[in-house]
């Protein structure tokens, strides 16, 4: 453990004061982190501040599972206790004193921090991230899942050199070339919640940017990946800066980092300054207008100010984090993209908002159980009506006066409207009982708001009520001055159509519209073969998709060809284009049969843990169909059933289940799992109970 004292030496020499809150006051803490990746292990240290405000016997923390080496109170042991979830500190704390307290601990956590790839053959995919997700940094750090306990956090982090180390903050210190104990140290000047504290260490290389207002902003990227990193970040620094502009509120930390990190648990993480997201969104040029990273991108850096900044009292509020975030993501999407992406966005979150409320299963944004889609959806849309009610300028006001006023504390959402209340001098019950406690979505306020400032929506509710016939011509198709999200709306609506209607909309020069034509084309007819196979090579891979599958359903005689002109598009992140291609080729006895175990091997393979959740689940799926599951597919599949995605493990352990029934396939799936150690069949022996 001598590096772990060497580090409280320095930990120890910059220690400084925190800021006082309104109980006892752990106000800054220095965080040690020694990751041990083969075992899965966090070996760490913390040396916390505090302050105490009224006279108490103990003093606890959260610490889920941890086991603690060393446990003193201003340099001197101390009486505690321990459970799997606490540490209790025991002592007559006064009131006006102030501690340090220190903690050396070793733990193997069993979530929020994740080791991925140290187990497999393949070299450089390597990684160890965090995912605290509101409340459980505790599980690694003995720290506070209660957010309403602000603490300026400082790490230090020690990792082999041949890794990058990111974290919270600005870095002050990085190894050497040479040299014994590689270490990174990484200071805050500003204290945050314990569930945003976050680090990963992996192979990268970086993009910096420089925000107009001077802030760095650190874009991360795996080597390879070097290609990816225009289309993938792309208007990053347009969002900053739009955002700072729009809030009026100078970003309020040191800088800002995002990192794509393998197999993450959602799509972002807003940690303070450092947001993760999942790799499934390095994308290339070709992938940006089917899945980018946009939203994400600005959804995850509007949580600097909404979550980060001013945080939640507890989840009764969380409108005040999701509703916030995915309103200004919306706002810069509109920025770059336009108004009619903006407004149309809000028309399709209304018609699913309003499908649900009308049958009964609408929420209040102030019910702390409320789906994501109410807090996220409906929350943006709470925010649009407000700044359409008070104006835009007494909108922008409250918000800078509200960040102000409540920055590096926690909020009510009554706070909240207390602060627009004064800020636009109106009375905003009434859209408190309607927004915020109402079950029942507004539809009719909805569609008004959007009449009101859509010209494209305007026109769409005057044809959907004054003449049908014109809502359903293709007539109005043609007009160039229509808005894309409009024909896209009347094409939906539309149904089936005539052969001879979808001849232009093949040839549409908007390549949504041709997008939208591969999706209902289904069996094409033979008329417009010619026309349907230039899209096999359109910018879209999921055109490309699309129409490689309805081809080769349609056309058998020509199905090698089809296979021929697609057979070097890889498609997405998920490699979309490519295991449906595999699964078609095996399908087509007459093309490149001498190939064909080469293509079960390479779907198998996608399968393996190399690869993302949605590779690997659409892998299994397809191998499912075709019934091609072998060996190794077996074995993937079971270790796939402890996955830490709950989403792909359900899937695995669903498959899995259907597997299991077959007698045939349960004999395969016993014989394979002797290879396997005791952790990976878990799930298996579920079954044999």
Known sequence: MKKLVFAFIILLSIFTFGQHQDKVDFTKANVYLSPVPKEKEIKGGVLYRFDVLQNVDSVFLDAKNIDFLKVELDGEKVDYTTTEKIISIKHKFKK??????????????????????????????????????????????????????????????????KYQVIANGNLIMQPNDIGEDPIWMFNMEKPMSSY?????????????LKAKSGVKIENYYYPNDSLKVEPTYRYTKKIFDFLENEIDVTYPWQNYKQVPVHDFLYAGMENTSATFFSDAYVIDSTSFIDRNYVNINAHELAHQWFGNLVTEKNSEHHWLHEGFATYYAYLAEKEIFGDDHFFWKFYETAKTLNSISEKGEGEGLLNPKASSLTFYEKGAWALAILKDKIGEDNFKTGIRNYLNKYQFQNVT?????????????????????????????????????????????????????????????????????????????????????????????????????????????????????????????????????????NLWSSFDYDRSVFLEKTKDIIGLPNKNVRLLWLTLALFTPDYNPTESVYYHRELVGYTSAIYNPEVRQTAFQYLFEIEALNDDAYINLIKATNHHSWQFRNYARQLFDALWIDEEQKKEIEKVAIQLNSSDLRYLKTKLK
Do not use: C
């Open 96 to 161: 006006g004193d102030s501690h340090k307290l220190i903690l050396q601990y070793i733990t193997k956590p069993k979530q929020t921090v994740y080791f991925i790839g140290w187990d497999d053959e393949l070299e450089g995919n390597e990684q160890i991230w965090t995912q605290g997700q509101g409340k459980y940094t505790s599980h690694w750090l003995p720290s506070f899942d209660d957010m309403e306990e602000k603490i300026e956090f400082d790490m230090t982090i020690e990792a082999d050199r």
């Open 196 to 208: 945003l504290l976050a680090f990963a260490i992996g192979d990268y290389d970086k993009q910096v």
């Open 413 to 549: 959402v009554a706070e909240f409207i207390a602060e627009m209340e004064e800020t636009s001098n109106y009375d905003l019950s009434d859209f408190k009982t309607i927004w915020l406690d109402g079950d029942v979505f507004p539809m009719d306020a909805a569609k008004d708001y959007l009449m009101n400032n859509s010209a494209s929506l305007r026109m769409y509710y005057v044809l959907k009520h004054d003449d049908e016939n014109s809502f359903n011509s293709p007539e109005i198709l043609k007009d160039s001055e229509l808005a894309t999200e409009l024909k896209l709306e009347l094409l939906q609506q539309k149904g089936d159509f005539p052969e001879l209607e979808l001849l232009p909309l093949i040839a549409s020069e908007d390549i949504r519209i041709r997008q939208f034509t591969a999706q209902k084309m289904g069996v094409i007819p033979e008329g417009l073969k010619e026309y349907a196979e230039p899209l096999l090579l359109d910018d879209s891979y999921i055109t490309n998709e699309l129409m490689l599958y």
